[in-house]
């Protein structure tokens, strides 16, 4: 029922009871109209509530991601119908990480502990609650938040990770409101002539993700180089203001930008997110920056079906996906067709006596190796784009058809590997050892396509990781969780006497597989985890400086 309705019914239902009580004895008139008349406050009151409730919903909502299974005739059927026939698949997808890696900021979601401040480079940033939501009171992009004026009070719209630590999505301030339609004209008229008509391919800067904060904005607008430039001549502070708050929508495009503290959740403390990847310690920002943005590619893993649309002219783009988190379809395919055509017990009945032959939904255990792994891949691999534009992955795909896999080369180098390496020069030396093993976590893909295990002997991720009612710390299958056991399978007179083979007694770490051919040289998320490329120790891996299980 809506707030104007529940406010009628209420008002109508106070009246009837009023006239009864005035047709009623004197002493009840007088005690009944005491007590409507003390109702009606309370009436008003519930109807405020709710009509606050609504707006404060309709607030965040506009910054979320649209649902793109609710759209008519999408590929997409979302994790919640997958439930009604498994339910079994389902609740053992909730117990994992995966599902929890992004979610709206609720109650059950935030894991941080959302109260007092923190001072992070000199910067003070404040964590509220108000009525079941989350807000951070911080420095204004391009300040040090050391006035009222320089500080925003933003609201957290989505999170991602709940194992090692937590990242928080804040909705960017000039995302709340519609922009003046006579900053459109104002641009058009006094800066597209330099900076083109949506905002690049002009003569001048381009405007597009330039990343400039509102005061250099304002500053270049106000210097009399630029107002010299101008058609029609300077501009009055009415007109700058709004041309500053239109080019910071023209050169953000998204809705939602990270909040720059990560919380750890095993130490129960903020961090500075930068702080949390190895590499030289980065000089301090002097003011408060631009973070990434959620639809600049961490949608595309942190998500199910991932797409944005981009941008008009001084309005925001919108990102829309299937599922927050990773869900049924990232693995299985997209399921609308598969749902629609067993929603009937009839249908699926006639189907099982039949004996009909799986539909389109994907089962990467029935796959062969190379299509296996890569559904994994898709977001476990560090890759690089193709040189044409390529349709989304989909499981039951190979991922090499659609991106190219990044690998250490030590000799001559592909043109595209030369060409990404000049685009971003951290590519190679950050991320692999120089025997050309992947040291980063989250790319095991990149180490197991060079494994022999998986090019000869047909191993792949569902071999050792099982999804569903597993630890959801590791989500390793029973099998796997001894190295003597699941490797016995192939190499079966090693493992029928493994002290032969380690040199250490049987049982012992120095002779478990894993520590010898899978040691722990990958670095991720404040940890370090076992490579994915399986190989036996060399002289010629330590030559290179890739540690072994006896030096770790």
Avoid at 105 to 126: F, M, S
Avoid at 147 to 154: K, V, Y
Wanted: proline share 5%; net charge negative; charged share 25%.
């Amino acid at each position: 029922m809506r707030e104007a309705e529940l406010l009628i019914t209420c008002a109508t239902l106070l009246g009837c009871v009023l006239i009864a009580v005035w047709r009623a004895r004197p002493r009840v008139q007088w005690w009944g109209l005491v007590l409507g008349l003390g109702a009606m406050p309370l009436v008003v009151g519930m109807w405020l509530s709710r009509q606050h409730d609504r707006r404060r919903a309709q607030a965040l909502a506009v910054h979320e991601p649209r649902d793109r299974s609710a759209r008519l005739g999408s590929a997409w059927a979302s994790a919640k119908r997958c439930q009604a026939c498994h339910a079994g698949a389902h609740a053992t997808w909730q117990a994992t990480y995966h599902r929890r890696m992004t979610q709206r900021a609720t109650a059950d979601a935030v894991l941080a502990r959302w109260e007092g401040e923190v001072v992070d480079q000199g910067r003070r940033y404040r964590f509220i609650q108000r009525d079941g939501r989350y807000y951070v009171d911080m420095p204004r992009y391009g300040t040090n938040g050391e006035s009222a004026e320089r500080r925003m009070l933003r609201p957290v719209v989505l999170t991602t990770g709940s194992h090692h630590q937590q990242l928080y999505w804040i909705s960017l301030p000039w995302a709340d409101d519609r922009p003046y339609e006579e900053a459109d004209v104002l641009y058009q008229t006094r800066c597209a002539s330099c900076h083109g008509a949506e905002g690049w391919q002009g003569e001048a800067k381009q405007l597009r993700k330039a990343g400039l904060f509102a005061s250099a904005v304002d500053t270049v607008l106000r210097s009399e180089g630029h107002q010299a430039l101008l058609p029609s001549g300077p501009l009055d502070d009415a007109d700058r203001t709004k041309l500053v708050d239109f080019v910071l929508r023209l050169q953000s495009e998204d809705r939602l930008m990270q909040f720059p503290l990560a919380w750890l959740v095993e130490e129960q403390r903020w961090v500075n997110e930068e702080h949390t990847f190895l590499h030289p310690e980065p000089e301090p920002d002097r003011v408060e920056t631009f973070q990434e943005r959620w639809s600049n590619n961490c949608d595309q893993c942190h998500a199910v079906g991932a797409t944005f649309d981009e941008p008009t002219l001084g309005r925001l783009g919108r990102s829309e996906v299937a599922d927050l988190g990773i869900a049924c379809e990232a693995c299985h395919g997209q399921g609308a067709v598969h749902a629609d055509r067993h929603e009937s017990p009839l249908a699926r009945y006639e189907t099982h006596v039949a004996g009909a032959a799986e539909d389109d939904i994907v089962n990467p255990r029935d796959l062969p190796p190379a299509e296996s792994a890569a559904v994994c891949g898709q977001c476990h691999a560090e890759t690089w784009p193709l040189d044409a534009p390529t349709p989304a992955f989909r499981p039951g795909e190979r991922l090499e058809d659609h991106e190219r896999v990044v690998q250490f080369v030590e000799g001559p180098r592909p043109k595209w590997l030369t060409d990404a390496v000049a685009i971003d020069s951290e590519l190679l030396d950050s991320g692999f050892w120089r025997d050309g093993t992947m040291r980063i976590a989250g790319r095991d893909y990149n180490g197991l396509t060079i494994s022999p295990c998986h090019e000869t002997g047909g191993l792949t991720c569902i071999d050792c990781h099982q999804l569903h009612g597993s630890d959801p710390n590791d989500q390793l299958a029973a099998a796997a969780r001894d190295g003597r056991t699941l490797c016995g399978r192939c190499h079966e007179a090693i493992a029928a006497d493994v002290a032969a083979h380690s040199h250490h007694p049987a049982g012992s770490t120095g002779s478990d597989c894993y520590n010898c051919h899978m040691p722990r040289t990958t670095y991720g998320l404040l940890t370090v985890i076992r490579a994915h490329r399986i190989d036996s120790p060399s002289v010629w891996q330590s030559q290179r400086g890739r540690p072994n299980a006896c030096n770790l």
